[in-house]
């Protein structure tokens, strides 16, 4: 009895054992196992034709090549060309040394007019970046080709703002100062397909603007026999270069070993583009269009999301857990079970209060009335701004004399005085009852009277006697 519950417990440990030698672990995804040089895989690009780069490579086919071999390689970083653009949007070039792009992107930087033009368009700025990656010499051939349409149409004469180079049938564009560098804004219908330099000048089919200050970020040139751009590190022998040397202040940032290598962004190809804005660059071949590279540009960045393996459309699908638990409660083989994966169950809502709505009352047939008219809108005025106070002058007038008071009329004779018509009871009884008290009293003593004085009198003439 012993040993049979002994190999009862042996079987029941082997059955887990057993399950897992027939259902192994799935292993995981080809794609999160692979090197990130998978992402560089070329072998379903499609090439643009002669014609579709030419379309697409006119706008800045005669770009100076200093300026020109900085361009192309800066369209390959599209991220750091978006960045570049708000930083010198917000602070100029001040500090664009010490951003973490490359050194084509802090290049093209230091001219905010193609900076600019490369941001605001990023579809044909990625579209140019992936053909550089996979067609570098056929973008080299396409625009020697559409210097040579130009040239050929007597659009390519060296002026004050460039210098028109023909070396054994390659056309160098030079900067003809040795200190700043013009950049052309041109119609790609017309510079390629007509003439448009006339009298000396070319009119409004091309201009050149203000010029900018060539630095020693211009570290790079063309080199069309070989069909690539290269380091010169200020050591070159072309006739520009070797003009404006002597105006460069060099520094360790364009100017040393790391430079020799031309850096380029290979994951460009993994952006999507949308064909209808770079169908609208068809200026050269007006009957050429994108559309057979759709595909190709649209799904590039779909290719390796996710957990899809390259050749395998199906889903990525989740290893079956094997948990008795799980198996006796739930049915695993349910389709359905997938439907509320990773989502809450559904609550009751209250019920929501219905909207109040009238009842349609029947129509009822009124007679006609006049029509009210509408009464005439009242004006508003509008209230005039307060103005300063200024006097009015008033005219001078003569000031006018007041005239003076009449005297008052003097009054006439009196017989009583001239208090007599000033009467007061009160007053006249107060001075007859002190004069009846003044003769109530004895009368004084009168003084004695002493002898006067006596003085001789004065002899008065008498007539003289004895004459009557």
Known sequence: MRKLAIALALSLLCIPMLARAANPATPRPAALLQDNQANYDNSSYVPYSPDQLDNLLAPI??????????????????????????????????????????????????????????DANLDWTTSVGQAYVYQSTDVMDSIQRLRSMAYAQGNLVTNSQWQIV????????????????????????????????????????????????????????????????????????????????????ENNVYVNNQQTNIVINRTVINRSVNIRNVNSYASVHRNVNFDNVAPNRNNANQKYRGNQSPGNNQ??????????????NIDTSNPRLNQFRGHQTPQPQPARPQPYRPTPQPYRQQAPTQPVRPAAPVRQQQARPQQPYRPTPQPYRQPVQQARPAPPPRPGPHGFGRSEGSFSAQTASQRGQASRQQMSRPAPRPAPARPAPSRPQPKRPGRPRGRR
Do not use: C
């Open 61 to 118: 086919a005669l770009y100076p090549d200093p300026l020109l071999a900085q361009v192309l390689p800066a369209t390959t970083f599209v991220d750091e060309i978006d960045a570049a653009a708000r930083w010198v949007q917000a602070n100029g070039e001040y500090g664009i040394e010490y951003q973490p792009w490359d050194v084509s992107v802090k290049a093209v930087a230091h001219y905010p007019e193609v900076l600019n033009m490369l």
């Open 166 to 249: 023909d070396q054994d049938g390659y056309i160098q564009i030079w900067p003809e100062s040795p200190q700043y560098i013009y950049v052309p804004t041109y119609d790609p219908n017309i510079i390629y397909d007509q003439p448009a330099y006339f009298g000396g000048g070319y009119g409004d089919v091309i201009s050149f603007g203000s010029g900018f200050a060539i630095g020693v970020w211009l570290n790079r040139d063309t080199d069309w026999r070989n069909h690539r751009v290269y380091y010169t590190g200020w050591r070159g022998h072309n006739d520009w270069e070797v003009r404006s040397r002597q105006y460069i202040h």
């Open 315 to 328: 889903r990525y699908q989740a290893p079956k857990v094997d948990n008795r638990v799980i198996n006796r």
